[in-house]
């Protein structure tokens, strides 16, 4: 995996957050995506942005799948989100999802073996019931 | 970045190569399309996926930029390729391109630094040309 323009610079991390929020005004790479954060409106660290699940046909990155840390208590186990309820927050330099820690802990889960198997039905009844229908 | 069920059972490149065909009916995640090996019509293998590029506001897969091996003997450069240029093939398991080893060497190539400024207008004019309009 590339990370674009951070090689022989000596960028501390500072810079390299800027870089992130600067990268290509309409784009973001994949890489760039893994790995960030994820945040709720209070601002709590619900976990960070493990891989992105692409529909074949459209083209769509459908979910991006969270990988959980502490917050809630829950580990090894991942969260499909729908991309379009996450927004890119500059200021924290990490995505923000509107969504309570209910609404999180009642949200479809699921381990590494299952997501093989993922299929985005649960997550797309879901979350299309709190105000995110699936992208087509 | 995950190996969803590649852990703890020893299976060999071919079982794993079965299961990146299997994988979700109609999603791919990240991790798996990074690293697919791109063919042409010829079945020459042109190079791998080494990145996604994804719309911001669309949520698109607009590219997928493909580092560039031995094939037409340029080092170190990067083909953005539309995404919907890219079709999986179960057989060789990776994608082709239907472009001509012309085409491809006309086609713009960045390096690692110029990828960080990527904008993607320099090559929705040239695939457009090809017939592979920008994603939407």
Redesign the interface.
């Known amino acids: 995996?590339?990370t674009?323009?951070t090689?022989g610079t000596g960028m501390g991390s500072g810079q390299a957050q800027d870089?992130h929020i600067r990268?290509?005004?309409?784009?973001?790479?994949?890489?760039k995506?893994?790995g960030t954060t994820v945040y709720n409106a209070a601002g709590d660290n619900l976990g960070t942005i493990?891989?992105?699940?692409?529909?074949?046909?459209?083209?769509?990155?459908?979910?991006a799948?969270m990988s959980f840390g502490g917050f809630l208590g829950i580990g090894e186990k991942y969260h499909p989100l729908p991309?379009?309820a996450l927004t890119?927050d500059d200021g924290k330099g990490g995505y923000n999802i509107d969504l309570t820690p209910e609404q999180l802990r009642s949200a479809p889960t699921y381990s590494?073996?299952e997501?093989?198997?993922?299929?985005?039905e649960r997550v797309d009844t879901y979350y299309g019931g709190l105000g995110y229908p699936p992208?087509v």
Request: hydrophobic share 40%; no cysteine.
């Open positions: 995996m590339a674009y323009g090689t870089e990268e290509t005004g309409d784009l973001i790479s994949a890489d995506v893994i493990h891989d992105l699940m692409v529909d074949k046909r459209s083209g769509h990155v459908a979910y799948v991309w379009n890119y590494r073996d997501l093989r198997n993922f299929g985005g992208l």
